[in-house]
């Protein structure tokens, strides 16, 4: 429904991005601003015309067109610092207030929530990283690189309980209320991706303009939308998932790293944040030995993202020829369908993976299964694969 809703609002009102060299706000570290032009106003949408049923106000205009830049060169540096930053450089932080708030918030889990990154920061418009470790979700300012707050969590039948945040998000945002509903928001909007209302502080809302301001300064480009009034909580549809610390050795390649969170614990068909299984991760690290020791602890070769897809789909779009073989050699089903009915042929065929069709070919591919309507061959027609398509014809008239 939020999706619908979202792709709707967008289609009627969309921001107006400034001129090159028009004189649009830059947000700075210290607060100075200049004047918005008018492109960039928020706009109020009532309760009776959004998904969450609260009067909004769509800030999209400014937060969507704005830069963020700051006096301190300092802040550039660390923003942007993050990159394939995992998170164990913050374990044993302070948060620099030492309140502890008892909260109450709940999401679902795949059984767990292992170990790693749950959002970083990839340009100077996002403004928090969000990490986990051990039953703690870390929460960063990234123009700062400072630990600014510390969630306390247990799971149990599926669920992550969120019960203590020790620290404020925000330093002038002291009560337990403010900080619950700002870490929802950061959860939802950075971890899970979702469209979700900044919470605004009472007041603020007056002042569209200055909303929009304050808005870009939180959390910069993933605010969209804000609102003072109280959301209605419902539990999200999205698992609440990590980049794993598994998921990140084994895309490096780091075997001693592999082995170590294995042992700790990690499944070895856990799904990252993006719904891919450490097998699939593989595929990127480069070193063949990986994908040996994923199949020896225990890696169902045809474990499923969760869009269905298995590792042998995977690797049938990409040019790791060596991991394609290893998977295929090991059992992979090669007439494996994801949610959409899409098969490792299928995506092979798309790509023109010439050598990738032959050998899936030989496995048993069937080439006459269709996914929306295509099979492997009309895909490669489409794509003008000639090499593809007479390969298959030759395939189909034995």
Same mark, same amino acid.
């Given at each position: 429904?939020? =999706?619908?809703?979202?792709?709707?609002?967008?289609?009627?009102?969309? !921001?107006?991005?400034?001129?090159?060299?028009? +004189?649009?706000?830059?947000?700075?570290?210290? /607060?100075?601003?200049?004047?918005?032009?008018?492109?960039?106003? !928020?706009?109020?949408?009532?309760?009776?015309?959004?998904?969450?049923?609260?009067?909004? #106000?769509?800030?999209?205009?400014?937060?969507?067109?704005?830069?963020?830049?700051?006096?301190?060169?300092?802040?550039?540096?660390?923003?942007?610092?993050?990159?394939?930053?995992?998170?164990?450089?913050?374990?044993?932080?302070?948060?620099?207030?030492?309140?502890?708030?008892?909260?109450?918030?709940?999401?679902?889990?795949?059984? $767990?929530?292992?170990?790693?990154?749950? &959002?970083?920061?990839?340009?100077?418009?996002?403004?928090?990283?969000?990490?986990?470790?051990? /039953?703690?979700?870390?929460?960063?300012?990234?123009?700062?690189?400072?630990?600014?707050?510390?969630?306390?969590?247990?799971?149990?039948?599926?669920?992550?309980?969120?019960?203590?945040?020790?620290?404020?998000?925000?330093?002038?945002?002291?009560?337990?209320?403010?900080?619950?509903?700002?870490?929802?928001? #950061?959860?939802?909007?950075?971890?899970?991706?979702? !469209?979700?209302?900044?919470?605004?502080?009472?007041?603020?809302?007056?002042?569209?303009?200055?909303?929009?301001?304050?808005?870009?300064?939180?959390?910069?480009?993933?605010?969209?939308? *804000?609102?003072?009034?109280?959301? #209605?909580?419902?539990? !999200?549809?999205?698992?609440?998932?990590?980049?794993?610390? #598994?998921?990140?050795?084994?895309?490096?390649?780091?075997?001693?790293?592999?082995? +170590?969170?294995?042992? *700790?614990?990690?499944?070895?068909?856990?799904?990252?944040?993006?719904?891919?299984?450490?097998?699939?991760?593989?595929?990127?690290?480069?070193?063949?030995?990986?994908?040996?020791?994923?199949?020896?602890?225990?890696?169902?070769?045809?474990?499923?993202?969760?869009?269905?897809?298995?590792?042998?789909?995977?690797?049938?779009? =990409?040019?790791?020829?060596?991991?394609?073989?290893?998977?295929?050699?090991?059992?992979?089903?090669?007439?494996?369908?994801?949610? $959409? /009915? &899409?098969? *490792?042929?299928?995506?092979?065929?798309?790509?023109?993976?010439?050598?990738?069709?032959?050998?899936?070919?030989?496995?048993?591919?069937?080439?006459?299964?269709?996914?929306?309507?295509?099979?492997?061959? +009309?895909?490669?027609?489409?794509?003008?694969?000639?090499?593809?398509?007479?390969?298959?014809?030759?395939?189909?008239?034995?």
């Amino acid at each position: 429904m939020v =999706g619908h809703w979202i792709r709707s609002i967008f289609r009627k009102a969309k !921001p107006v991005a400034p001129e090159a060299n028009s +004189s649009s706000p830059m947000h700075t570290v210290d /607060g100075t601003r200049k004047p918005a032009p008018a492109a960039t106003t !928020p706009i109020p949408i009532a309760a009776s015309e959004n998904p969450w049923g609260v009067q909004l #106000l769509d800030v999209r205009p400014f937060t969507q067109t704005m830069l963020s830049t700051s006096v301190d060169p300092r802040c550039a540096t660390n923003a942007v610092s993050f990159g394939q930053d995992d998170g164990q450089g913050f374990v044993g932080e302070i948060p620099q207030s030492d309140l502890r708030l008892a909260i109450d918030l709940r999401y679902p889990v795949d059984h $767990r929530i292992a170990d790693g990154v749950l &959002f970083i920061p990839r340009q100077m418009e996002h403004k928090w990283a969000l990490f986990v470790h051990q /039953g703690t979700i870390i929460c960063v300012r990234s123009w700062t690189r400072q630990v600014q707050a510390i969630a306390h969590f247990t799971v149990q039948d599926g669920y992550a309980q969120i019960y203590e945040l020790h620290g404020t998000l925000l330093p002038d945002h002291a009560d337990a209320r403010t900080n619950q509903r700002l870490l929802d928001f #950061l959860l939802r909007s950075h971890a899970l991706q979702l !469209p979700y209302p900044v919470p605004l502080p009472v007041g603020l809302e007056l002042s569209p303009d200055a909303a929009a301001i304050w808005c870009m300064a939180q959390f910069g480009k993933l605010a969209l939308f *804000a609102t003072a009034e109280e959301v #209605l909580y419902e539990l !999200p549809d999205k698992p609440l998932r990590t980049h794993s610390l #598994l998921h990140i050795a084994v895309a490096r390649g780091d075997i001693d790293a592999v082995r +170590s969170r294995l042992k *700790a614990g990690d499944p070895v068909d856990l799904l990252a944040a993006d719904g891919l299984t450490p097998i699939q991760w593989a595929l990127a690290s480069r070193n063949p030995q990986v994908l040996s020791i994923l199949k020896d602890a225990g890696a169902d070769i045809d474990a499923r993202s969760s869009e269905g897809a298995t590792a042998l789909m995977t690797a049938a779009q =990409g040019s790791n020829a060596e991991a394609f073989d290893f998977i295929l050699a090991h059992g992979a089903d090669p007439n494996a369908r994801d949610l $959409r /009915g &899409f098969t *490792a042929l299928h995506r092979a065929a798309e790509m023109g993976k010439i050598d990738f069709v032959k050998k899936l070919l030989d496995q048993g591919a069937d080439i006459s299964l269709a996914a929306n309507g295509h099979t492997a061959r +009309s895909f490669a027609m489409a794509r003008n694969e000639a090499q593809v398509v007479a390969l298959l014809d030759e395939f189909a008239n034995r």
